[in-house]
């Protein structure tokens, strides 16, 4: 079956596509829930994924791909063999759009890093607190660079080279948390559309997940995104399956999402590299490293 789609969403973006897409409705079954076995050692956060479904929260419960009440809906495979599907959503982006793409540990809900009212629309979407800061989502470490002071080197006192045991981790499922360059838009620390607040850190959470879709996403972009993780508005827990997310931020303004998939309730480990040492503050998929210090911290990045 072939389909023209026309991407115009809340940002005001348009463009007619040619698409084609063929599947079986057998390859998509309900999906109802999803849990993952944690080790004790590691359970730091509720694995459970949200389960409430009505007659009514049926609407993006087939494959397609296509545009409904405002929302893009994109499935893909997983491996990303089928990227030119992610085009429309990469224009999106570049006008403005909040939606929500995969990463190599959860669901995240995504924006241009250079726009300011998306970066407003998505603290609004996620009603994210002024305390928790925004994470990025990179191509590269040239990204990471560009935004963040970059990590600790070594040096003549015996001071351990940091950088490179980062680059045996990335890509991969961690957050790494630096201070922020000049080059980061002072709106990515703004909160709030009434008034011109700032957050006081100035530090910044940076990421390489290691997501084929994801990556494809951004090497079409040609830039990073600024990045939230998904959960449910209600409930302390993760949203796992994007048919629901669809469902529960559709109507608060989503532009778009991208199925590849269901994920499993696991996310990345946040590492804080402000300090003198790293320290791990939320234990996550990524597992400790010999230079990595534990120490709990709830001011760890939403991300």
Known sequence: MSLETKALGHCGVTG??????RRSLSSFPTRLSFHTAVPPQTRRFQSLAVVKRSP????YSAPRLTKEDGLLYVQVDQFG??????????ELLKGGAVGVIPTDTLYAI???????????????IKE????????????SFRDIDTYTTGFPRGNAQGLTDIF???????????TFILTASKQLPKQCTRYGTATSKYASRKNVG???PDDPVCQAILEKLDGPLISTS??????????????IIADVYGPEGLDFVVDAGVRVADPSTVVDMTESAPRIIRQGKGPKQPWMIVEDDDSAVDE
């Open 81 to 90: 063999s089928d990227s030119w599907k992610l085009d429309p959503v990469v």
């Open 164 to 174: 490179r045991a980062v680059k045996h981790c990335l890509p991969g499922p961690y």
């Open 110 to 124: 995504v924006c241009d890093l250079n726009s300011h009212s998306a970066i407003e629309r998505l603290r609004r």
């Open 128 to 139: 994210i607190e002024p305390s928790k800061p925004l994470s990025i989502i990179c191509r």
């Open 206 to 208: 940076v990421r390489i």
């Open 16 to 21: 007619a596509v040619p698409l084609s897409f």
């Open 56 to 59: 009514k929260r049926l609407k």
């Open 230 to 243: 998904v959960k449910s508005p209600k409930e302390n827990e993760w949203i796992l399956d994007p048919v």
